[in-house]
């Protein structure tokens, strides 16, 4: 008896009168969490200018028309990038703790998951949230817990700037080289400046938390003189 051929799947013809299987294309579908996870693989591995709608394609391995499906430009893309990462801070502490506590969480937080990616700094410091679901989220609780301590509407905003500017900035020191206050051969002409720096470099610890922490919780003092008495 002759053998029997394993059961296949319908086929239909291609353009070149083959045959090809039918079902589920080989290549994943596409979605906005995929697009993001490729985007942020990319900027990673190239920095920000690498990050085209051409290559982030070629990363998903789908034809730019296929992404072009699901965000039509390259703000899109930034946009989703940025509500990802905006969904990774913590916020959980306002309404929960002291604000002091619930600032200082939060930052803390913020500045970590930018300190991973620094190469959007610059991009998403100055991206609109219009639009941006989790980043309009993060922003109303954190708006509603200086809110709800009393600080005056009209500074709320200013000071979430303020702050936002300094873990921003923070988030660079954090990958910076230990050697960048090195003087070199510049030593003797500033001495003060070299004795502070082996000063600050003898008091152990990290450099970069040791400096998030005094500034925050100098802003956190400075702000705290908003509230009510």
Do not use: C
């Amino acid at each position: 008896m002759p053998a029997v051929p394993a059961a296949q799947g319908p086929s239909t013809d291609t353009p070149g009168g083959g045959k090809r299987r039918a079902g589920r294309p080989s290549a994943a579908v596409l979605d906005k969490a995929g697009i993001t996870a490729a985007a942020l693989k990319l900027v990673k591995r190239k920095g920000y200018d690498g990050l085209t709608m051409a290559a982030l394609a070629k990363e998903l391995d789908v034809a730019p028309s296929a992404l072009y499906n699901h965000v039509a430009a390259k703000r899109d893309v930034l946009l989703l990038v940025e509500d990802h990462l905006a969904s990774l801070v913590d916020v959980s502490l306002f309404g929960t703790a002291p604000w002091s506590d619930a600032v200082r969480g939060w930052a803390w937080s913020y500045r970590n998951v930018f300190a991973e990616h620094t190469p959007l700094i610059p991009v998403i410091a100055v991206l609109p949230v219009t639009d941006a679901p989790q980043t309009l989220a993060m922003y109303e609780t954190v708006t509603r817990g200086f809110a709800d301590a009393g600080f005056p509407e009209d500074r709320i905003v200013p000071s979430i700037v303020a702050l936002e500017s300094f873990i921003f900035g923070s988030a660079y020191d954090v990958t910076a080289p230990a050697d960048i206050f090195d003087p070199g051969s510049m030593a003797e002409s500033t001495p003060h400046f070299t004795a502070a720096v082996r000063s600050a470099a003898h008091s152990g610890g990290k450099s970069a938390d040791a400096a998030f922490t005094l500034g925050l919780e100098a802003l956190i003092d400075g702000l705290a003189a908003l509230l009510p008495a």
